[in-house]
Every structure is written in structure tokens, then in C-alpha cells.
Nanobody
Framework: QVQLVESGGGLVQTGGSLRLSCVGSGFTFSDHPMAWFRQPPGKEREFVAGTSRSGGTKYYKDSINGRFTISRDNDKKTVYLQMNSLEPDDTAVYYC??????????????????????WGQGTQVTVSS
């Protein structure tokens, strides 16, 4: 049974930090590029950050402006999102997702939710002003 379980969300003040974690099970974690998405209240789900299978290549939503860092530990089957300098507009449910199991040569740095095959249940991040 495939599972992605996020944790680490919560309530934080503007300028604060949070570290989200997502643990995968039931599939070969290291075969899958991973990503974080978020869904703000009343809006569509949007891409935040992605990483290659090894973690050596990362890409981000343009407006993140260096505030967030995605990383992964394949031995722990975990992907992380370190979020610093949080702003009220970062308030959303954050989801981790697994891309299709492709080689690095075949990998497309997708930002489209429909590309991703496995999803977690989400963790709420609320940033107060």
C-alpha cells in the first residue's frame, strides 16, 4: 500500500520558519522525483518545489525567492521542505507528491499536479500577520 505522510505544519508568525517532512512507503522511494505543492484557501493547487531522484537537482516556484529549500534522504524515504521568512500568503495546505519513476535522462521538471502519481494527505500551514 502506497503512502505519503506529511508532518510539520502548524501556526507560525510572519517571518517564522517551519520544516515539513514527508515519509514514503509501499513504493521504491529513490526511483521517484519528488515535489511539494500547496493549496491556499479557495485557490487551486500550485507547485512549490521539486527535486530529482538523487536530490542533486532542485527547482522552485519563481515567487519563492530563495525562502524555501527542498531536500531528501533516500535512506529515510523522506523529503523535506524547509520554509523560512514565512509570509501570510504562504498559508495553505501543503502536499508532497511523487512523480513517475523515470531515469534522470527522462525526467521532466513538471509543475503540473496531473503528472504526479502519489500524493500525501496534506499538512496545514498557517502564517499569521
Amino acid at each position: 500500500q502506497v503512502q505519503l505522510v506529511e508532518s510539520g505544519g502548524g501556526l507560525v508568525q510572519t517571518g517564522g520558519s517551519l520544516r515539513l517532512s514527508c515519509v514514503g512507503s509501499g513504493f521504491t522511494f529513490s526511483d521517484h522525483p519528488m515535489a511539494w505543492f500547496r493549496q491556499p484557501p479557495g485557490k487551486e493547487r500550485e507547485f512549490v518545489a521539486g527535486t530529482s531522484r538523487s536530490g542533486g537537482t532542485k527547482y522552485y516556484k519563481d515567487s519563492i525567492n530563495g525562502r524555501f529549500t527542498i531536500s531528501r534522504d533516500n535512506d529515510k524515504k523522506t523529503v523535506y521542505l524547509q520554509m523560512n521568512s514565512l509570509e501570510p500568503d504562504d498559508t495553505a495546505v501543503y502536499y508532497c507528491a511523487a512523480d513517475r519513476p523515470v531515469t534522470d535522462a527522462g525526467w521532466i521538471r513538471s509543475r503540473r499536479p496531473t503528472t504526479f502519481v502519489y500524493w500525501g494527505q496534506g499538512t496545514q500551514v498557517t502564517v499569521s500577520s
